[in-house]
């Protein structure tokens, strides 16, 4: 089965810190981009940020830019998303998701479950 | 950066009827436009990439049609699952993805 499982949300004081994981199986994680998208709450979805087959190279929102880092281990077929500085309007459900690649297409499947951040003191 | 506009950001139908949503983009993006449905609490399902082309497992019902700056979902004759927000996403070529704002699809 193709999946996505994230984890490390959680509930962080604004200025703090927080690393977030996903793990993919059932697919050849280490030959797709990968990005981070999120979801404030009642609201619509945001690219966050996203990096190559061999992280090399990494692109951000201009929102996050400067505070998060994405990064991955295709050893352990995993994504990560260190985040600081984080603000209350980093709220959100943050999902990671694979590029689907084909072309000139850039289409986000599979989609993790999510994980739900919450920056409030 | 490229802005991709939803329309109507609701709409009401009933089981059985067409509905047709809107998706403009701020300039051309040819076809590389993706459509998908996400139903509260859970994470986005994609139905439609490269404007047209139907993912594997979505039902025939759903279509996607369009180039350049305007393009539409449609989904001929509503099933109770279908109740639920749409949005739109495109790439522009440099690692930058847009989303719609969504159209919440909610039963008459």
């Known amino acids: 089965e193709v999946q996505l499982v994230e984890s490390g949300g959680g509930l962080v004081q604004p200025g703090g810190s927080l690393r977030l994981s996903c793990v993919g199986s059932g697919f050849a994680f280490s030959t797709y981009w990968m990005s981070w998208v999120r979801q404030a709450p009642g609201r619509g979805l945001e690219w966050v940020a996203n990096l190559n087959q061999d992280g090399g190279d990494k692109y951000y929102d201009d929102s996050v830019r400067g505070r998060f880092t994405i990064s991955r281990d295709n050893a352990k077929n995993s994504l990560y998303l260190e985040m600081n500085s984080l603000r209350a309007d980093d709220t959100a459900v943050y999902y990671c998701?694979?590029?689907?690649?084909?072309?000139?297409?850039?289409?986000?499947?599979?989609w993790g479950q999510g994980t739900l951040v919450t920056v409030s003191s | 950066d490229i802005q991709m506009t939803q329309s109507p950001s609701s709409l009401s139908a009933s089981v059985g009827d067409r509905v047709t949503i809107t998706c403009r983009a701020s300039q051309s993006i040819s076809i590389w436009l993706a459509w998908y449905q996400q139903k509260p609490g859970k994470a986005p399902r994609l139905l439609i990439y490269?404007?047209?082309s139907l993912e594997s497992g979505v039902p025939s019902r759903f279509s996607g049609s369009g180039s350049g700056t305007e393009f539409t979902l449609t989904i001929r004759s509503l099933q109770p699952d279908d109740f639920a927000t749409y949005y739109c996403q495109q790439y522009n070529g440099f690692s930058r993805y847009t989303f719609g704002q969504g159209t919440k699809l909610e039963i008459k």
């Open positions: 490269k404007a047209s």
């Open positions: 998701a694979t590029d689907r690649g084909d072309g000139g297409s850039h289409q986000f499947d599979p």
